[in-house]
């Protein structure tokens, strides 16, 4: 099994962008590396939430993104609660809990967030989204193939 470090280096060598620290302002960095993968922190998106990013950062050698937000708890704009949320490098969100188990401080998300981090396992979150992504792409060549193939005998 690969390291943490050798593999963020093997995907980023296959143009899969590492996480990093890109501004000292949680919703800036957050867009920015959240940008093209998903539109979790996208202006539009926060607004309708009516979320504000109140912390983020990379984890695992940038493997890992993760935010805490502060939204709505619920549609009639009551309450608000405070979350985290984890990204891998295909912009995928690996854990957020339901509005209904958010906490009351950022403090209290903060700890639960590392808590989270800490006794995940990222190689095999890796190993298993890689082996999901291979098959796709396989299927995706021989339909392909399939069509050629099909095309040459219509021909002939």
């Known amino acids: 099994m690969l390291t943490e470090s050798a593999l963020s280096n093997a995907l980023h060598s296959q143009g899969f962008s590492r ?4 501004s000292c302002y949680p ?14 922190a996208d202006d539009d ?8 990013i109140l912390s983020a950062s990379d984890h695992c050698n940038g493997l890992l993104y993760s935010i805490i937000e502060s939204s709505y708890a619920d ?7 405070i979350r985290f949320a984890v990204f ?17 401080t950022s403090k209290q998300a903060n700890k639960a967030r590392y808590a989270w981090l800490n006794a995940f396992d990222v190689n095999a979150w890796y190993a298993e989204q890689i082996n999901a992504k291979s098959l796709r792409l396989q ?11 099909t095309q040459d005998t219509v021909a002939a």
């Open 19 to 22: 996480f990093a620290d890109k």
């Open 27 to 40: 919703k800036p960095d957050a867009q920015m590396n959240l940008s093209g993968r998903t539109h979790f």
């Open 45 to 52: 998106t926060l607004r309708f939430f009516g979320a504000r």
């Open 75 to 81: 549609f009639g704009k009551t309450r608000r609660t």
């Open 88 to 104: 891998d490098v295909f912009g995928t969100c690996i854990y957020r809990p339901d509005l209904d188990n958010g906490w009351r």
């Open 139 to 149: 299927r995706e060549a021989q339909a392909l193939n399939d069509i050629l193939c």
